[in-house]
C-alpha cells in the first residue's frame, strides 16, 4: 500500500479540515500518511509528523489540499522524483488543484487502487549569472512549475529587460518586469499580464512582459530547446526573482543575466479525466455560456 504525503493550505481553515478529513480516511483504508512538522493539520489535530528529510525520501505519492498556491508548495516534493501528485480544490480557480470536494472520496479510492492516470507537466530551471560567474549555487538551480517572474519592487522606477535567443538580442523594453512561464503556467500571472493560454500537455516556454512601455509588448512562445537569457539593467532600482510566485533570497543587481531552459525533471500529475483542463477553462475563465 502505498505512502502518501498530505500538505494543506495553512492559512485557511476549511482545507485543514478537509485534510483531515483525507487523514481520517486514508488511515481507515491502511495507507499510511505522512504529515510535515510544523504544518498547521498536525498542529491542530495533534497528529504524528516526520522531518521534511524524511519526508520526501519516504512518500510514494503527494496530496494537495487547498489552491493553486498550495499545491506550488506541494509540487516541489515531487519535483526531482517520480513521485505523482494529486491536487484538492478548495481555492477557487483549481487549474492545479483539479479535484472538486465532492469527487475527493472516489478520488482517493482510484489512488489505493492505482486507478488513475499521470499527466506530464514539463517543468523549466533558472540559474542567474554576475560577472559570467554562478550565483547562488546552492540553490541553483531554480526550478519552477509556472513561471520565473522578474520584477522591480513597488514603486521603482521601470527596468530594462533585454531577451537574448541563442545569442541573438531580440527585444529590448523598459517594463516593470517579465515573465517566464512553462504551458502549465500560462494561465496564471502571465495570463493577468496579456499572454496566451498555453494548453500544459505542450512543451514550450512563454515570454511575457510586464507593463512595458513600447509599441511591440507581445508575448514569445517558443522552443524549449531554444538557449534564454534575460539581461537585467536596473540601475539603482531594486529587482526580485520569485519562483512559482514565491520570492527568493537572491539580490538581483544590474547587469545580471538570468538564463533559462527546460528542465530534466518532470512532474507527474494525478489525472482522471484527460479533458480536465478545457472543462476547467471553459467554467471558469471563459464563463458557462
Not at 149 to 169: A, M
Not at 222 to 229: G, L, R, T, V
Amino acid at each position: 500500500m502505498k505512502t502518501i504525503g498530505l500538505l494543506s493550505n495553512n492559512e485557511n481553515a476549511k482545507a485543514i479540515n478537509i485534510a483531515k478529513d483525507i487523514y481520517d480516511y486514508l488511515v481507515l483504508k491502511k495507507v499510511k500518511v505522512l504529515l510535515l512538522e510544523n504544518d498547521e493539520l498536525s498542529k491542530r489535530h495533534s497528529l504524528p509528523t516526520v522531518n521534511e528529510k524524511n519526508f520526501k525520501s519516504c512518500i510514494e505519492t503527494l496530496i494537495s489540499v487547498g489552491g493553486d498556491g498550495t499545491f506550488l508548495r506541494t509540487a516541489k516534493y515531487a519535483f526531482k522524483s517520480n513521485i505523482p501528485i494529486m491536487g484538492v480544490n478548495v481555492g477557487n480557480l483549481g487549474f492545479l488543484a483539479e479535484i472538486n470536494i465532492s469527487d475527493m472520496y472516489d478520488s482517493l479510492d482510484k489512488i489505493i487502487n492505482n486507478n488513475f492516470e499521470i499527466e506530464k507537466r514539463m517543468l523549466i530551471s533558472g540559474k542567474m549569472f554576475r560577472d559570467k560567474k554562478l550565483t547562488d549555487e546552492k540553490n541553483c538551480p531554480y526550478i519552477a512549475l509556472n513561471d520565473f517572474v522578474i520584477i522591480k519592487s513597488l514603486l521603482e522606477k521601470i527596468i530594462e529587460i533585454r531577451i537574448i535567443i541563442n545569442g541573438v538580442p531580440l527585444l529590448n523594453y523598459g517594463a516593470d518586469g517579465v515573465i517566464v512561464s512553462t504551458p502549465t503556467g500560462s494561465t496564471a500571472y502571465s495570463l493577468s499580464a496579456g499572454g496566451p493560454v498555453v494548453e500544459p500537455k505542450n512543451e514550450s516556454i512563454v515570454i511575457t512582459p510586464i507593463c512595458a512601455h513600447t509599441l511591440f509588448s507581445r508575448s514569445l512562445v517558443i522552443s524549449p530547446d531554444n538557449q534564454i537569457e534575460i539581461q537585467i539593467n536596473s540601475g539603482n532600482t531594486k529587482v526580485n526573482l520569485n519562483t512559482d510566485g514565491k520570492k527568493s533570497d537572491l539580490e538581483v543587481l544590474s547587469g545580471d543575466i538570468f538564463k533559462v531552459e527546460k528542465s530534466k525533471y518532470e512532474l507527474n500529475l494525478i489525472t482522471f479525466n484527460k479533458n480536465t483542463f478545457f472543462k476547467i477553462f471553459k467554467e471558469k475563465l471563459i464563463g458557462r455560456n
